[in-house]
């Protein structure tokens, strides 16, 4: 009697811990979306004033970004058009060295290289990126007025190639992981029906890997429409509207950088510099619903 | 169909020396049960016959295994071609993240199929088809799937499961399939639908079977091999080994009386 009653205790107290603990990890969760919900009315709720009191057309259609002075002109187009040149360039090159070094470093690469590689890459992902920008604004420039002679030392395509060289360590670290957890056993089933290394593969791990693979390449691009400090370092600022890649030209990162030190509190242009980050923030959760699409068309694809 | 001749087989993993000094002929048309203790080298014998081991960093193999007259280690032999005439179904079932249908197509996709005289083209459809519905009447799974091809081989029970690799492994038309503990991870029930199977697939191929379950040797094979600590211990007609055996080591694991 007494046993079975320290028993009914027993049962009783692990039903509240473990009510407790679906609580805490469900706050947890909760933290992180209330803390996104958060950062978004903060963005809205200061580009409000400017939203209101402008032509939103305007805003994101205008070529003129001169936030400053008497006549000022909001149009974000030659900043958005900055991010995206520099992101895509970057990504074009960083998005296919990326995954052929990924798929070196964990398919071809002796286990010897492999020790040395995948640790320089690790701290490759690491460094700050003033140092990025450091080494672009100081190096890289130097050789790309060698060989494309652009008129501005400091360009979009010295911004692209810096941020290429920045995703690709992101890239490879989540990439690989994603390679090296498809279970051995999918591989030697492969294997045993007589696919050859690459065939498995094209049909088994790359299939199997994909939704890590896609995480890679959009968490990298993240990395690329986020980063500020190498791209003021490296793309000379100018604010002109233009698509050729070797001009000079300010992303949407930069100019919040550079503007909000001179943007008075409460003035227009402090609240436009809201909206250039309501903008931002958009972008990135735009391309977050794209993997998300990627990834649930995939799986149709695959079940 | 292939017997396979194995001489003086040595494989080390590093400085374990896991085979040594094997030899053993396995006839065709019958089904040679391996048997013996964890970790006394049935896993790495079978893996041997379709050069598996190749894939291990570390391990070194030495001796012949010879199919069809041929030594599959000589140096011009392409290990793949050996892969392509062995079938193998694993322990644990393994079927790809596919469908279906896709899984057992799997192979045939990549090699193309063989026709009459003996070419070798790129499966049309209509082939594909074909060879998916006698792969999985072979391994006595179609009835149970032929309505839902096109779903995810993972909605299958473990017993399904493990005869689409069956079926998958038929696909490639071996003549000799290995088979490494198939049901150590299935029921009663499944287990028979699997020996009921193998048995009926010794008329076709040569079989090779790995088991821990000395029921399941005495139940399906024809002849049985009993490995322990590296050495091929004794080797002959089952019902001999089970009843009869000649060495001391055998008699001792038959009997229960070895951990
Ligand atoms: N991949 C490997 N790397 C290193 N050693 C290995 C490897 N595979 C097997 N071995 C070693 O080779 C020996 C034989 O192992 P094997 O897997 O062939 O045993 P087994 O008879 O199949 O055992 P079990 O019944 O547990 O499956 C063991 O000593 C094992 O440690
Ligand atoms: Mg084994």
Redesign the interface.
């Known amino acids: 009697m007494v046993a079975l009653k320290s028993k009914k205790n027993n049962r009783y107290m692990r039903k509240i811990f473990e009510g407790g603990m679906t609580g805490l990890l469900l706050a947890c969760a909760l933290v992180s979306v209330l803390v996104l919900l958060m950062v978004f009315m903060f963005l809205l709720g200061n580009s409000l004033p400017f939203l209101q009191n402008n032509d939103i057309w305007q805003f994101l259609t205008g070529t003129h970004w001169l936030p400053f002075g008497d006549f000022p002109s909001y149009g974000i187009l030659p900043l958005f058009v900055g991010t995206l040149m520099v992101t895509l360039v970057a990504s074009l090159i960083a998005i296919p060295v990326g995954l052929g070094a990924t798929i070196y470093l964990s398919e071809i690469a002796s ?1 010897q290289v492999r020790n040395v590689l995948k640790p320089v890459i690790e701290i490759l992902a690491g460094i700050p990126s003033v140092i990025y920008g450091l080494f672009a604004a100081l190096v890289l420039s130097d050789w790309i007025m060698v060989i494309f002679e652009p008129n501005t030392r400091l360009n979009a395509l010295n911004g692209a190639l810096i941020l290429a060289v920045m995703m690709i360590p992101i890239m490879v670290s989540v990439a690989e992981e994603a390679l090296n957890s498809v ?1 051995r ?2 591989r ?9 290394r690459w ?1 498995t593969l094209k ?2 791990i790359v ?2 890997a994909l939704p890590g693979i896609v995480a890679a390449i959009i968490l990298s691009m993240g990395r690329a429409v986020g980063e500020t400090m190498a791209v003021i370092m490296a793309t000379g600022n100018s604010t002109q509207f233009t698509f050729n890649i070797l001009a000079s030209m300010r992303p949407l990162t930069a100019a919040l950088a550079i503007d909000v030190p001179e943007a008075t509190v409460g003035s227009m242009a402090y609240y436009s510099l809201f909206a250039v980050g309501l903008v931002l923030f958009i972008i990135t959760f735009a391309l977050n619903l794209v993997a998300e699409y990627v990834l649930a068309r995939f799986k149709e694809a ?2 | 169909m292939s017997d396979i001749a194995v001489q003086d087989l040595n494989v080390w993993f590093d400085k374990n020396h896991a085979l040594k000094n094997v030899n053993i002929t396995v006839g065709g048309n019958q089904i040679t049960a391996i048997i013996g203790p964890s970790g006394c080298g049935k896993s790495t014998f079978i893996r041997c016959i379709n050069r598996m081991n190749d894939l291990i960093a570390g391990c070194k193999v030495e001796g012949k295994v010879i199919v069809d007259g041929k030594d599959i280690y000589d140096k011009d032999v392409d290990v793949v071609d050996i892969r392509k005439s062995i079938g193998m179904v694993f322990q644990k079932p393994n079927p790809f993240p596919k469908s279906i249908f896709e899984n057992i197509a799997y192979a045939p996709r990549i090699h193309g199929v063989t026709d009459e005289d003996g070419n070798v083209h790129k499966a049309s459809k209509q082939e594909l088809a074909e060879l998916v519905e006698w792969s999985l009447k072979r391994a006595a799974l179609w009835d149970e799937v032929k309505d839902r091809l096109d779903k995810s081989a993972y909605n299958l029970s473990g017993g399904q499961q493990q005869r689409l690799c069956i079926a998958r492994a038929l696909a490639i038309k071996p003549e000799i399939i290995l088979f490494d503990e198939p049901c150590s991870a299935l029921d009663p029930i499944a287990t028979a639908k699997i020996e009921d199977l193998l048995i009926d697939l010794k008329n076709d191929y040569t079989v090779l079977i790995v088991t821990h379950n000395m029921q399941q040797a005495g139940r399906v094979a024809d002849k049985t091999a009993y490995f322990y600590l590296g050495d091929l211990i004794e080797y002959g007609e089952t019902k001999q080994i089970f009843e009869n055996p000649k060495q001391e080591l055998t008699e001792q694991y038959i009997t229960g009386r070895m951990g």
């Not at chain 1, 030697?188 to 050859?196: C, D, H, K, M």
């Open positions: 286990p279970p056993n999918l030697e089933a492969s294997l045993a029906l007589g696919a050859t065939e049909m088994t299939p199997a695959y079940h």
